[in-house]
């Protein structure tokens, strides 16, 4: 996997420079073409792309591994628009290393950034919600991304101080002092769990996606403060599942529940599926890089 994060990081500079606004009308349209050349190679022979619909009758209900939080309750974000209002761009708060941390299934990952989606990303059962936020964790090997719908509701004080002056254009950077990244977590911690992919260029697999179950809420207001620098969303639709397993831990959710026995064969087949994404990855990685 971790050739598969160094073809992440060559490819994304790419990408993003092909996707710049600004240029003459046939420089921009060549560079258009050349960027949906560029996509439609990585996404050829992916079958493991994010986001999904998360559904009762295709989700497969036990016990899953902790989750392990370790973040601030008190750090600095910068906050910046890369690019509104792309559909592939978004509101990012970016954190200083060593702020943040997850741990689960034995690894450690590092809180990166987090950012939003309007309208969300993820279905539940054909149903999408207002909005999405995701936290970004990375190690040397693996991406995590935990993920929380967001519904209109009551003011959202934590969000507060970014939600209520969003910079608009990609040369504004916002200073946020003493954020309590606690503060974006629920007081429940079941989730929905599967593996899949970022869901902007290069849309590299293998990331393992976690998204809480229960949603948080945001007001009106802070909803629309957004919408209006996105008013086409910025939302990837959803993907194909493939026969791709995903796995909750929320009572209820599921319309049947596996017998022990075959909830471990999942279980099984999950890192099955991981262990083949991770591989492929790596394998795609050399042949683009080091032709034969």
């Not at 990952?109 to 207002?130: D, G, I, M, R, T």
Request: glycine share 6%; proline share 7%.
């Amino acid at each position: 996997m971790h050739t598969s994060i160094s073809r992440l990081l060559q490819l994304t500079p790419l990408i993003s420079a092909l996707c710049l606004t600004g240029l003459p009308a046939t420089a921009s349209a060549a560079s258009d073409r050349l960027a949906d050349s560029v996509i439609d190679s990585v996404l050829e022979g992916m079958e493991a792309q994010s986001p999904i619909n998360i559904r009762s009758h295709n989700t497969y209900f036990g016990q899953l591994s902790p989750l392990h939080f370790n973040l601030s309750s008190s750090t600095d974000l910068s906050v910046i628009n890369n690019g509104s209002p792309s559909a592939e761009s978004t509101i990012r708060a970016n954190i200083d290393p060593g702020e943040g941390s997850l741990t689960v299934d034995g690894k450690t990952y590092s809180l990166a950034q987090f950012h939003f989606h309007e309208p969300s990303e993820h279905l539940e059962n054909n149903k999408a919600a207002p909005m999405e936020m995701h936290l970004v964790f990375a190690n040397a090997d693996n991406l995590v991304v935990v993920g929380r719908l967001v519904n209109e509701g009551s003011f959202n004080s934590a969000l507060g101080p970014i939600f209520s002056d969003l910079p608009e254009t990609i040369t504004e950077t916002k200073s946020i002092d003493n954020f309590n990244l606690n503060s974006l977590l629920p007081d429940r911690m079941e989730t929905f769990r599967y593996t899949g992919s970022l869901t902007t260029p290069p849309f590299t697999e293998g990331v393992q996606w976690i998204t809480f179950a229960q949603p948080m809420e945001m007001s009106a207001t802070q909803l629309q403060a957004f919408e209006t620098l996105f008013p086409d969303g910025n939302a990837r639709p959803v993907q194909p599942l493939n026969g791709r397993i995903i796995l909750t831990d929320l009572p209820g959710f599921v319309s049947a529940m596996p017998e022990p026995e075959t909830y471990a064969m999942l279980l099984a087949g999950l890192g099955l599926v991981s262990f083949v994404a991770s591989r492929r990855q790596r394998l795609k990685a050399n042949e683009a890089w080091f032709p034969v």
